[in-house]
């Protein structure tokens, strides 16, 4: 079956850098198209960035767009997202998502890595 | 950017009752091409990852049961729980894929009344 296993996360200072990972079993990740999106403690969901199968294409929101990397190795079936600068608005719970085969809604869900930016 | 709206913000409905959530976008989610509304609806129960019930608005996923039901088209939507079971009490949120950003509805919580 699908697995999406997210790891990284932690607590880190205000300014500071963090790599979180996603690591795809169960399905042609190279195939895909792959999302992160975050939800903040107790809060609603917010889509942070998208890359294409293929890597090829990558788009975020605007509130991360310059301080955050996603990109994927599909030779390792793992998607990255690379986290600079962070800021206290960045806490959050990060999951990483499979898009569906025929549109950008998400077939499947990791567990999600919680990221605390905190002094 | 396209803001979703969720209304009502939670619902208390008792078990064996409809309950309906309503979703509105900002702009068209409908693509005249095909026709298709790039609008999905999650579920999530507390503790867990969301889960995907219904995409192209209408579309339920493998697996989800058929009391749940999604229709509308533009720019108004509805979730349909036709017959609230207790494995139901969750949050549930509207998703747009028309466009990036793509943007969620901030969420209706249902319970059981």
């Known amino acids: 079956q699908v697995q999406l296993v997210e790891s990284g996360g932690g607590v880190v200072q205000p300014g500071r850098s963090l790599r979180l990972s996603c690591a795809a079993s169960?399905?042609?990740?190279?195939?895909?198209?792959m999302h992160w999106v975050r939800q903040a403690p107790g809060k609603g969901l917010e889509w942070v960035a998208i890359?294409?199968?293929?890597?090829?294409?990558?788009n975020y929101a605007d509130s991360v767009k310059g301080r955050f990397t996603i990109s994927r190795d599909n030779s390792k079936n793992t998607l990255y997202l690379q986290m600079n600068s962070l800021r206290a608005e960045d806490t959050a719970l990060y999951y990483c998502?499979?898009?569906?085969?025929?549109?950008?809604?998400?077939?499947?869900w990791g567990q999600g890595t919680l990221v605390t930016v905190s002094s | 950017d396209i803001v979703m709206t969720q209304s009502p913000d939670s619902l208390a409905v008792s078990l064996g009752e409809r309950a309906t959530i309503n979703c509105k976008s900002s702009?068209?989610?409908?693509?005249?091409?095909?026709?298709?509304?790039?609008l999905a609806w999650y579920q999530q129960k507390p503790g867990q990852p969301p889960k995907l019930l219904i995409y192209?608005?209408?579309t339920r996923e493998s697996g989800v049961p058929d009391r749940f039901s999604g229709s509308g088209s533009g720019t108004d939507f509805t979730l349909t729980i036709s017959s609230l079971q207790a494995e139901d009490v969750a949050v549930y949120y509207c998703?747009?894929?028309?466009?990036?950003?793509?943007?969620f509805g901030p969420g209706t919580k249902v319970e059981i009344k």
């Open positions: 998502a499979r898009e569906g085969s025929s549109g950008y809604y998400y077939i499947d």
């Open positions: 169960g399905f042609t990740f190279s195939s895909y198209g």
């Open positions: 890359i294409w199968y293929d890597g090829s294409n990558k």
């Open positions: 702009q068209s989610v409908l693509y005249s091409s095909n026709n298709k509304n790039y």
């Open positions: 192209w608005a209408s």
């Open positions: 998703h747009q894929y028309y466009t990036t950003p793509f943007t």
